[in-house]
């Protein structure tokens, strides 16, 4: 027995240490197998973290108890390496799916409805075609449009509109959520962890941040990163069609489930999604995972590289039919 727990007691602590043994496993193992994949290229190496000089987080799960005559621990049989890694990018993917749950909160409950209510009130949707006559001819004449926007309640808590970065001919064009605290900050998209995480993806398509453009549903942070609410997304949305309008990009790629429902106005989880070909008024858009999440879920990075590849696939093709 374990001194000071009694058998009921020891029994639980012992398969804790049991579960914090397996997942150290899985770990490793998904590691190993990071590499060896199923039929699709490796993930590029830099994904692995936000710098590849960075310090390693320091292990502080609690270490397996010593073993007991009464309980010997068993050891775990080693699983097939590549079924591990597909099961843990399958596992923490699934993590992901919005559920709708029976006590919502009052924020939660409007996000879900946010892309019924826009596809009824706002103008013209996802499959509308914009007469030549509304295209706004830069990105400056859109910028003066917002100017000190005060059109929705977010607004009040801004430092800095985000408005958007990149070149606005770019032939594509990535659309996020939001900004975050640093964006708010700095009043660029995609600053902080998840953005330099995006700067690393973009750059495995062999390009930089300033061969396309990035923009979010919201130009404002909302408090506490919280999902953007109907009326706020409403009041920013034909800002962004406009940006839209001036890029006139090959393809976009939404980033994440509120980016993907907003532009799209679907209620669709975005792990039913992404890697699934889209379309906003005829041009082709691939939803996939958001950065933010690949920082807390790493295995689900290759399901983010193998939408990329897609990206890179049609962005190929039309430049050889051109």
Known sequence: MIEGLGPDEARVFMRLALLDAARQLRQQLVAQAALAGNGCEPVPADWAGISPSAPQTPNTTRPSPPRTTDAPTPVPSAPNPAAEARRAIVGDVKKSAPRARPNATPNQASTLDAFSQLARDAGPGPSAQIPESERPKSMAEVRTLL???TRCKLHQGRTNIVFGVGDP?????????????DEDQAGVPFVGKAGQLLTRIIGAMERT??????ANI????????RDPEPDEVASCEPFLTKQILVVQPKVIVTLGRVATQALLRIRTPITRMRGHWQDYRGIPVMPTLHPAYLLRHPPAKRAVWQDVQEVMKRLQSDQQGA
Do not use: H, Q, W
């Open 147 to 149: 100017g000190d926007c």
């Open 169 to 181: 001919t770019s032939d594509l064009m990535f659309i996020g959520e939001g900004p975050g605290a």
């Open 209 to 214: 941040r300033d061969d396309v453009y990035v």
């Open 218 to 225: 919201v130009k404002c942070r909302p408090p506490g990163n």
